[in-house]
């Protein structure tokens, strides 16, 4: 039988289960945008593939009618405000939810690597030798250093505090700690739940 | 009998053991009386154990802890007057987490009753804790009514991160400057406003210049005319005062000589027709036959000044000339209503 229209997406239901937090405006506060996208950004600095890991997530959570493509991921991505080409928008709660998700998806996948780097930092802390002494873990720390260092725009004062090497690893590692929590059971209500410290009314 | 579950993670092991309350004999019926717990994290010696009191206290103190290690955002540890917790967990460094457990004083309880416990934990064992409360809390076979309840910190609670001196650095910095700046230019001089010199043009741009000039302090010569706000006249006025102390000549070849040379000048110069009644007025002149200054004798001779020539013939000495001659002549010098004016020397100067 002829169809005027495409089947309709269904929507996702995966979101449901996440809670609106009370919020003045509606809207993500400023601190959730930055959050959420330094939280993909240690994901693409863990896994060369991550882009398209990201993707794929869309796909495989059902999240097209949130983030249609990859123009529109960047596009909800660049409403962090430290970044060079930061879209003047606010990020919506379904589009958080959406990236909420999928960071939570990616990091089971990366739970072993994650899980690698810690106890290596661990243990090169524990005997206070140089990060670089750990090649995983180094490589993961100038991949970090070089992805944030093209993309955030250093007038911004956000950025400015992590005007060193030194600092910007101390930063990709606290993101790494975050990831671990993100790879619990209940790691996306954690992670949902955490975004709003603070913010809600 | 009693069921035992059991949440293993590779750096933390949860024993949850305890009975079903409603099918005592069913080994999968759900647990919902607490009999024992036990918390062992595989390289610490001592494993944690006590009751449902240490499960909620340590699903209380994961929950609070985990969600601050998450956000970066302080929160308050608990309402104010409400007992100590059993369980807090704190950040030790980078890397550390300090589980610190407090002293129980049940007596049959198995948790040494002794000092309080203290665990470090890596944050991989910080975590596996967190998962296996995680993993406990979802399961509906074991203490059904304990389920994950999170709350977002609300913005009034949120413990500012910025301690209070440096938060409040830049209004005093700011509130400071300002006040530094009005000191400073507190003691700055307000600009005196100069009197405008007086104008030595002829007699017809003199009467364009009647507007009053308020902020003008004329040299106090006693000349407080009512409306008649004219500078020329009050320089003038001044200027004679200021000469009738000055030296005066009285040798009478001058004076003749002069008071022939003011009574043509003044008489080719005056025209009658507005003058109503005698204008009498003290007139000082240099020894080259200048006219450096005057006074009324009355009040009509003030008020009908501009009738006279006098204004434009006038000319105030500057004080180079004045250093340079010492002694002027004064005259008594009438305006009448028939156009004849009577020039005399003065005797005796009044001020």
């Given at each position: 039988?002829?169809?005027?229209?495409?089947?309709?997406?269904?929507?996702?239901?995966?979101?449901?289960?996440?809670?609106?937090?009370?919020?003045?405006?509606?809207?993500c506060?400023?601190?959730?945008?930055?959050?959420?996208?330094l939280?993909?950004?240690?994901?693409?600095?863990?896994?060369?593939?991550?882009?398209?890991?990201?993707?794929?997530?869309?796909?495989?959570?059902?999240?097209?009618t949130?983030?249609?493509?990859?123009?529109?991921?960047w596009?909800?991505?660049?409403?962090?405000?430290?970044?060079?080409?930061?879209?003047?928008?606010?990020?919506?709660?379904?589009?958080?939810?959406?990236?909420?998700?999928?960071?939570?998806?990616?990091?089971?996948?990366?739970t072993v690597?994650?899980?690698?780097?810690?106890?290596?930092?661990?243990?090169?802390?524990?005997?206070?030798?140089a990060?670089?002494?750990?090649?995983?873990?180094?490589?993961?720390?100038?991949?970090?250093?070089?992805?944030?260092?093209?993309?955030?725009?250093?007038?911004?004062?956000?950025?400015?505090?992590?005007?060193?090497?030194?600092?910007?690893?101390?930063?990709?590692?606290?993101?790494?700690?975050?990831?671990l929590?993100?790879?619990?059971?209940?790691?996306?209500?954690?992670?949902?739940?955490?975004?709003?410290?603070?913010?809600?009314? | 009998?009693t069921?035992?579950?059991?949440?293993?993670?590779?750096?933390?092991?949860?024993i949850?053991e305890?009975?079903?309350?409603?099918?005592?004999?069913?080994?999968?019926?759900?647990?919902?009386?607490?009999?024992?717990?036990?918390?062992?994290?595989?390289?610490?010696?001592?494993?944690?154990?006590?009751?449902?009191?240490?499960?909620?206290?340590?699903?209380?103190?994961?929950?609070?802890?985990g969600?601050?290690?998450?956000?970066?955002?302080?929160?308050?540890?608990?309402?104010?007057?409400?007992?100590?917790?059993?369980?807090?967990?704190?950040?030790?460094?980078?890397?550390?987490?300090?589980?610190?457990?407090?002293?129980?004083?049940?007596?049959?309880?198995?948790?040494?009753?002794?000092?309080?416990?203290?665990?470090?934990?890596?944050?991989?064992?910080?975590?596996?804790?967190?998962?296996?409360?995680?993993?406990?809390?979802?399961?509906?076979?074991?203490?059904?009514?304990?389920?994950?309840?999170?709350?977002?910190?609300?913005r009034?609670?949120?413990?500012?991160?910025?301690?209070?001196?440096?938060?409040l650095l830049?209004?005093?910095?700011g509130?400071?400057t300002?006040?530094?700046?009005?000191?400073?230019?507190?003691?700055?001089?307000?600009?005196?406003?100069?009197?405008?010199?007086?104008q030595?043009?002829?007699?017809?741009?003199?009467?364009?210049?009647?507007?009053?000039?308020?902020?003008?302090?004329?040299?106090?010569?006693?000349?407080?005319?009512?409306?008649a706000?004219?500078?020329?006249i009050?320089?003038?006025?001044?200027?004679?005062?200021?000469?009738?102390?000055?030296g005066?000549?009285?040798?009478?070849?001058?004076?003749?000589?002069?008071?022939?040379?003011?009574?043509?000048?003044?008489?080719?110069?005056?025209?009658?027709?507005?003058?109503?009644?005698?204008?009498?007025?003290?007139?000082?002149?240099?020894?080259?036959?200048?006219?450096?200054?005057?006074?009324?004798?009355?009040?009509?001779?003030?008020l009908?000044?501009?009738?006279?020539?006098?204004?434009?013939?006038?000319?105030?000495?500057?004080?180079?000339?004045?250093?340079?001659?010492?002694?002027?002549?004064?005259?008594?010098?009438?305006?009448?209503?028939?156009?004849?004016?009577?020039?005399?020397?003065?005797?005796?100067?009044?001020r």
């Amino acid at each position: 039988m002829p169809v005027d229209s495409p089947p309709a997406v269904p929507k996702p239901l995966i979101l449901d289960a996440l809670r609106d937090p009370v919020l003045p405006g509606g809207v993500c506060p400023r601190r959730t945008q930055v959050d959420l996208d330094l939280l993909l950004l240690a994901i693409e600095a863990l896994d060369v593939n991550s882009s398209e890991m990201m993707l794929g997530a869309v796909q495989e959570l059902s999240l097209q009618t949130v983030i249609p493509g990859r123009v529109q991921f960047w596009q909800i991505r660049s409403t962090n405000p430290l970044r060079y080409s930061s879209q003047r928008r606010p990020l919506t709660l379904g589009e958080a939810k959406a990236l909420t998700v999928i960071i939570c998806h990616l990091s089971k996948r990366l739970t072993v690597l994650i899980r690698q780097l810690l106890l290596g930092y661990q243990q090169l802390s524990d005997r206070q030798l140089a990060l670089d002494h750990h090649f995983r873990l180094g490589d993961y720390l100038s991949r970090f250093r070089s992805h944030f260092r093209a993309r955030m725009n250093p007038q911004r004062a956000g950025v400015l505090i992590y005007n060193t090497d030194d600092k910007l690893d101390a930063l990709a590692l606290e993101l790494l700690q975050k990831l671990l929590f993100c790879t619990g059971t209940q790691g996306v209500q954690r992670l949902w739940h955490s975004l709003f410290d603070g913010e809600v009314g | 009998m009693t069921i035992k579950r059991q949440y293993t993670l590779p750096n933390c092991n949860l024993i949850l053991e305890g009975m079903s309350k409603e099918d005592a004999l069913n080994p999968l019926a759900p647990i919902t009386m607490l009999l024992n717990v036990e918390c062992q994290f595989p390289g610490i010696t001592d494993p944690l154990i006590g009751g449902k009191d240490l499960l909620e206290a340590l699903v209380q103190a994961v929950n609070h802890y985990g969600q601050g290690l998450l956000s970066g955002v302080p929160r308050p540890q608990g309402k104010p007057g409400s007992p100590a917790p059993l369980a807090t967990l704190e950040r030790q460094g980078a890397y550390h987490h300090k589980l610190q457990l407090a002293t129980t004083d049940k007596a049959e309880d198995k948790v040494d009753s002794g000092p309080p416990m203290a665990v470090i934990l890596t944050t991989v064992q910080l975590f596996d804790l967190v998962e296996a409360v995680d993993q406990f809390l979802a399961d509906t076979q074991t203490l059904p009514e304990m389920t994950l309840a999170l709350k977002s910190v609300p913005r009034r609670q949120a413990i500012a991160q910025e301690p209070l001196t440096q938060r409040l650095l830049p209004a005093v910095a700011g509130t400071s400057t300002l006040v530094a700046a009005a000191a400073a230019l507190f003691f700055l001089p307000v600009p005196e406003l100069e009197p405008r010199p007086p104008q030595e043009t002829p007699a017809a741009e003199g009467t364009t210049d009647v507007t009053p000039a308020p902020g003008t302090d004329p040299p106090a010569a006693g000349s407080d005319a009512p409306g008649a706000g004219n500078i020329d006249i009050v320089a003038a006025v001044a200027a004679y005062t200021r000469l009738s102390v000055d030296g005066t000549t009285t040798d009478p070849d001058t004076l003749s000589t002069l008071e022939t040379q003011l009574r043509r000048r003044l008489s080719t110069a005056f025209a009658a027709d507005q003058v109503e009644e005698p204008l009498a007025y003290q007139v000082a002149v240099s020894p080259e036959g200048e006219v450096w200054g005057f006074r009324h004798d009355n009040d009509a001779a003030l008020l009908a000044v501009e009738s006279t020539p006098l204004l434009g013939l006038t000319t105030v000495p500057s004080p180079a000339d004045l250093l340079e001659e010492e002694a002027v002549a004064l005259f008594e010098v009438t305006f009448l209503p028939t156009g004849e004016v009577r020039v005399s020397p003065l005797e005796s100067p009044d001020r």
